[in-house]
């Protein structure tokens, strides 16, 4: 299993600009979750979903979409790309009466927005 | 709501000292507790966990356990080494939260030779 993976890696947007990022697991687990790390804060979730069409906001949905068309993937959309929004973003992901919260992470991606 | 909170960092320890790293907590329900690992540019690992009070986590050498009475969840390892180097966050959660983790800020844990 590749468990949960994340492109891209890096990326650099302008103001305004939109991007998706985009998130995939193949271990069949229906909780998918977005995060971002800013230094020194943390990890805030933005999104969540618990099952293929279902998804709620989470702490800091602002600025952010997201779809969950299959149980594999859940990519996170931002539509007007602002300073703000310069941070890491994990994807995680939990199966279904797995242990009380155990989530599996990505790598990351490092977005800056300029 | 739930919160958890550690001890800031950054801990800047020698190779084969004793490490501490505090976590107390605030849940509604009765929480599960969480050491997660992030070592430089990875993403989260799962390091260890507790489901209930007085359970000890273990793994790698490192140590937790979960007790109620104080709220807290503190991370220990006797002797630590370089490789230990990374950033170390406690999270819980529980099922009043739909087991949505909630995370501390971490802790940066640098070790040096």
């Known amino acids: 299993n590749a468990g949960v993976t994340q492109t891209p890696k890096f990326r650099i947007l302008k103001i305004g600009q939109s991007m998706t990022l985009q998130c995939t697991q193949d271990m069949n687990h229906n909780y998918m979750y977005w995060y971002r790390q800013d230094p020194g804060m943390g990890l805030k979730l933005i999104y969540y979903s618990v099952g293929a069409g279902i998804t709620d906001k989470g702490e800091v949905p602002n600025g952010y979409n997201v779809s969950r068309s299959t149980t594999e993937d859940f990519p996170l959309r931002l539509e007007l790309a602002a300073p703000s929004q310069t941070s890491v973003y994990f994807c995680a992901s939990r199966e279904f009466g797995g242990t009380e919260g155990e989530q599996y992470f990505g790598p990351g991606t490092r977005l800056t927005v300029t | 709501g739930n919160s958890v909170t550690q001890m800031e960092g950054p801990v800047t320890l020698s190779e084969e000292a004793f490490l501490t790293i505090n976590c107390t907590y605030t849940?509604?329900?009765?929480?599960?507790l969480f050491w997660y690992v992030q070592y430089p540019g990875e993403g989260l690992q799962l390091l260890l966990k507790a489901t209930k009070a007085d359970d000890k986590g273990s793994n790698k050498g490192f140590e937790a356990t979960y007790r109620k009475e104080t709220t807290s969840f503190h991370l220990e390892k006797g002797s630590v080494q370089v490789s230990d180097s990374a950033v170390y966050f406690c999270?819980?959660?529980?099922?009043?939260?739909?087991?949505?983790?909630?995370f501390g800020k971490g802790t940066l844990l640098t070790v040096n030779p």
């Open positions: 849940a509604t329900g009765y929480p599960s």
């Open positions: 999270a819980l959660s529980d099922v009043v939260s739909n087991y949505k983790l909630t």
